[in-house]
């Protein structure tokens, strides 16, 4: 029987169904919790991931700045400094040398030189933004990691990051390149200010056709300065600088005035020039094809003048060697470009007609100054700087063994007396005159005038040939040559340079105040600082003393003329000619011409590479007076022409005074020869300088006018040493159109041989100064 139970509803049936469903479930399924577990694991993944990422576009960028900021040094001023170009000038200012280190053409310049108009172009061309940007543009970094990612290359760099990029060397396509360009560019920003960071770029970018810097680009597109460009021009430069090559107008000119028009409408939208200047600008038409010459260091004599003057700014310290090349130096000499182009003439013309293997230098100082006025170390600018060759002086070494003479002994005059007989034995040495020149007994300024050998060695033994040494630096040959006091240096047996003679006989011609000589009188770098300035120079005053001085230049105003080369219109000049023998007898090796005006010093030296014997053109030795001699005196006659006529102070002697001179002697009794010009012993009686190396008797060539040669030789002791014989190779004599052989006879005592009147000519009987002057005591 069915059991009794209450009619269920629709309702609780339903219930009770899913009531039923429930019950039947089976307790935590564990399949189905680590389905939901999964994802909601990979939803925290997501996003988390997302959060770093967030965080790596956010703070990446903000990490990898600072880390850089740290890693990365700003280069120093001495990294950055840029090579460029140096200007040599005359003492006018005309152009010397223009130096470019590595060949750069680059001339820097202050942005002040450079136009207000010029500056704006480049902004609008390149950085519009400049002086109100962080020093890079995040706009164009995106361009440039959009390119990388790309496969293109470049991006919008800033003037700054450009600037950063040059200054590095680092041009690479690379985002790492743009990473340390920015992080530079900031830390650039932070220590310079914009209008620095302009003017240095301006002086770096590369703007074609070899110019570096905007100065150097204005002068190879338009042959002007930076400071005289025009709104239209500077147009024209600033378009090219992002590819200047290919938008040289001579290259592409439709893309160079595309580029142009771009900067000038730039231009116009920045509000750098108004629409009606817009309108009005045309594209220049005054470029150049190609770029004008660019000058250098001239191949010729004068490149031995910037190379003095290189040099002299090194020794000063003005400039170091990495600065010589960075600083953009303006360095002024002192050298005068019309005496300059006199002394190259003046050598020029005389060695022209002369045998090839012949050498020659000239130097000339001014006195009242130290300056070198004028310089001539050889015709090749890359060869050998003959004016600093070290060689033999010779007789022109004379006026410093008379200084230390007459500073030793203040009773010593020109007047003096001394036997002048040749092959007088000195302390165990022989010493001769030029053969048939001999005066037994001859004034000091006769022994000068005639350079006798004998005379002044012995002057020299007496003085001591330290103070010779000492005389002769205390004048201006430098401290590190001539040094060794043997007897040998009264006739010049020790090297010195052609400059060195120029500077000291300057001293003399200074009353006997030396100055330095100097070829630097300016140097400037290329921001306007001035470097170095020469001030004036009181010299050291008495370096020799004055009244000895004097007498020096005394005992030297008649050399030139008795030697055929006096200066025009009977100019007063003091001089010393010198030659020196050659190993070869009848041989010279080095010739000599120095003398001095008061206000121009000059020393000439001909020789030859070698130290071979040295022959004019007919195939005759060399000697002081004749091709040294022409050009001295064709420079001094221009180089003075058309100034004061001017005399030496006002001579007091020292000791005994000088008599009349030039009556001659040509054997050794003192009886009297031929004057000055005559035949005297062969003289062929010529002054034209065109024959003056031309004699065909013996002597030709000879400094003083012996009418001989002395066997060939320069009269400078030309023995043999292992005889005991001196060679110091320093005489003069020997000249044949020159007569006046022999001593001057007029001297008080025309027979005696001891100074200032001793009794025997022969040097054997008492001597009135107590010594034997042919034994040297």
Request: aromatic share 6%; charged share 25%.
């Amino acid at each position: 029987m069915p059991l009794l139970t209450h009619e269920e509803t629709g309702s609780e049936s339903v219930a009770r169904t899913n009531a039923v469903a429930m019950a039947e479930l089976p307790p935590g399924d564990p399949h189905d919790r680590d389905t939901r577990a999964d994802r909601m694991s990979a939803w925290r993944r997501v996003r988390r991931a997302l959060y770093v990422l967030l965080g790596l576009v956010v703070l990446g960028p903000v990490l990898a700045f600072v880390v850089g900021w740290f890693v990365f040094e700003v280069p120093t001023s001495e990294e950055v400094a840029v090579e460029q170009v140096s200007r040599y000038t005359f003492a006018d200012g005309s152009d010397l040398a223009t130096v470019r280190p590595d060949g750069v053409n680059r001339q820097v310049v202050r942005l002040a030189d450079i136009p207000l108009h010029v500056r704006e172009a480049v902004l609008a061309a390149e950085n519009r933004s400049f002086y109100t940007d962080p020093g890079f543009d995040i706009t164009g970094i995106m361009r440039a990691a959009y390119n990388q990612l790309t496969g293109g290359v470049g991006g919008g760099s800033t003037i700054t990051q450009q600037y950063v990029k040059v200054v590095t060397g680092n041009d690479d396509f690379t985002l790492v390149r743009k990473y340390k360009e920015v992080v530079l560019a900031v830390k650039i920003s932070r220590e310079q200010t914009k209008d620095e960071i302009l003017e240095n770029y301006l002086n770096v970018i590369y703007m074609g056709r070899g110019a570096y810097g905007i100065q150097a680009a204005s002068q190879a597109f338009f042959a002007k300065d930076v400071g005289e460009l025009t709104v239209s021009e500077g147009a024209m430069l600033a378009g090219m600088i992002q590819a200047p090559s290919r938008w040289d107008p001579a290259e592409d000119l439709e893309g160079s005035q595309r580029r142009w028009t771009y900067v000038l409408d730039q231009m116009r939208d920045a509000g750098f020039i108004t629409p009606t200047q817009r309108a009005a600008e045309v594209f220049p038409t005054n470029w150049l094809k190609e770029a004008p010459p660019v000058e250098g260091i001239p191949a010729d004599a004068r490149a031995h003048i910037y190379k003095l003057a290189r040099d002299e700014v090194l020794a000063r310290g003005i400039v170091s060697e990495d600065e010589l090349d960075t600083a953009g130096l303006t360095v002024t000499t002192t050298v005068d470009p019309a005496r300059q182009r006199e002394a190259a003439d003046a050598v020029n013309t005389e060695m022209e007609r002369q045998p090839e293997s012949l050498r020659s230098a000239l130097a000339s100082i001014d006195p009242r100054t130290g300056a070198i006025v004028a310089y001539f170390g050889g015709p090749n600018g890359q060869g050998i700087d003959y004016a600093q060759a070290l060689r033999q002086p010779g007789s022109s070494f004379k006026p410093f063994v008379l200084a230390a003479a007459m500073m030793a002994d203040p009773e010593l005059g020109l007047g003096s007396t001394y036997n002048g007989t040749s092959g007088q034995e000195f302390a165990g040495t022989v010493v001769r005159n030029s053969e048939g020149f001999d005066c037994v007994s001859c004034t000091v300024k006769t022994a000068m005038t005639r350079s006798i050998n004998t005379i002044f060695y012995q002057l020299g033994l007496e003085a001591g040939p330290q103070r010779v040494i000492d005389a002769a630096h205390a004048a201006g040959i430098p401290e590190d040559l001539v040094t060794d006091p043997r007897g040998g240096i009264a006739l010049g047996d020790q090297e010195v340079h052609p400059i060195d003679m120029a500077s000291a006989y300057a001293t003399f011609a200074a009353g006997g105040t030396y100055r330095e000589p100097y070829v630097v009188s300016r140097v400037t770098a290329a921001d306007g600082r001035v470097l170095y300035e020469r001030e004036e120079d009181p010299g050291t005053p008495n370096a020799i003393p004055q009244q000895v001085a004097r007498n020096v230049t005394e005992s030297m105003l008649d050399v030139a003329d008795v030697a055929g080369i006096a200066l025009a219109g009977g100019r007063p000049v003091a001089g010393k000619t010198g030659t020196v023998q050659a190993a070869q007898d009848g041989q010279n090796k080095d010739a000599w011409m120095v003398g001095y005006t008061p206000s121009l010093s000059t020393a000439v030296w001909v020789g030859s590479d070698m130290s071979d014997p040295i022959k004019n053109a007919q195939g005759r030795p060399i000697y002081g007076s004749g091709v040294p001699g022409s050009i001295w005196q064709a420079f001094m006659n221009d180089a003075l022409q058309g100034t004061e006529h001017e005399e030496f102070p006002e001579f007091e002697p020292l000791g005994r005074p000088p008599a009349a001179e030039f009556a001659s002697s040509n054997s050794s009794d003192g009886s009297e020869s031929t004057e000055r010009n005559g035949d005297g012993n062969g003289g062929d009686d010529r002054d034209d300088r065109e024959n003056r190396d031309n004699a065909d008797e013996n002597g030709t060539d000879g400094d003083n006018g012996n009418g001989t040669d002395g066997n060939g030789a320069d009269g400078d002791g030309n023995g043999d040493p292992n005889n005991g014989d001196e060679n110091p190779n320093g005489g003069d004599n020997g000249r044949d159109d020159r007569g006046d052989n022999g001593g001057d006879g007029s001297g008080d005592n025309s027979g005696d041989s001891s100074r200032d009147g001793g009794d025997n000519g022969d040097g054997s009987g008492d001597n009135t100064d107590g010594g034997d002057p042919d034994s040297g005591e």
